[in-house]
């Protein structure tokens, strides 16, 4: 990559900035000012600015996030902190969630810069699921789990949701897999059983399983296994 792209992708400065930094020698290439934008940065070279080392990233990136409630999974907005704020990495901005929670849902978030391998994970042709864990206002109907293995149909949607599993836990706690990414999907299949979602908690996304070791707003690297299980072709995952 070319020094002033690579300045300007981790100092978040237009390319002319990044000429006038590199005139001034501000920038270092192994402990040696630099001055051409032109000069080609290699892995095994490391830049400084003004002394601080930059870190270069190669390839792309996969973490997990247990998400706390009061964030949204945006990479910008105006009105609401976004998840982002917990990731202390190198242009966190260029990170995106592979499939979002809304702002009142906890647990399991991905984040990636591989475009396509989040593709992988929202896309409904590739059917991936995901498992929630879900507190109801009121008791659990007897009929639940049977109506949705058979689907049921949402306010304002043509056709019926895909067949969802349903583990009950308790009368007023279960946990819903399901293969599909509608909007508000969960809290609406419950809302057509006449009962309300009072707390949301994803568990799952494909093979992937939120560490029992995050605290909320902790998050840790995807292991190549985790990477990996999205990616086999025919995996639900």
Known sequence: MRLDK????????????V????????????????????????PEHQVAYDGNV??????????????????????????HPTI??????PLAEKLHAAGRLD??????????????????????????EKTYRVTLEHPLAADTAQRFTDGVQLHGEKSLTKPAQLEVID??????????????????MFAAVENRVTALHRER?????LDETLEPGE????????????????NKG
């Open 6 to 17: 690579f300045l300007s992708q981790q100092l978040g400065i237009s390319r002319s900035l």
């Open 19 to 42: 000429a006038r930094e590199l005139r001034a020698q501000r920038v270092t290439v192994d402990d040696e000012v630099v001055k051409s934008g032109a000069f080609k940065v290699l």
């Open 54 to 79: 930059l870190e270069q990233i190669n390839g792309p990136r996969y973490f997990m996030l247990n998400k706390p409630e009061g964030y949204v999974c945006s990479t910008d907005d105006p009105d």
């Open 84 to 89: 982002l704020y917990f990731i202390d990495e």
């Open 103 to 128: 702002i009142d849902t906890t647990g399991l978030v991905l984040l990636t810069d591989d475009g396509q391998w989040s593709h992988r994970i929202t896309s409904p042709k590739h059917h991936c």
């Open 171 to 188: 009368e007023h706690n279960v946990r819903l897999t399901i293969s599909e990414g509608r909007y508000h999907q969960v809290k609406r």
């Open 205 to 209: 996304i494909g093979a992937i399983v």
């Open 219 to 234: 998050y840790r690297p995807l292991t190549a296994e985790e990477i990996a299980s999205i990616a086999v072709p025919g």
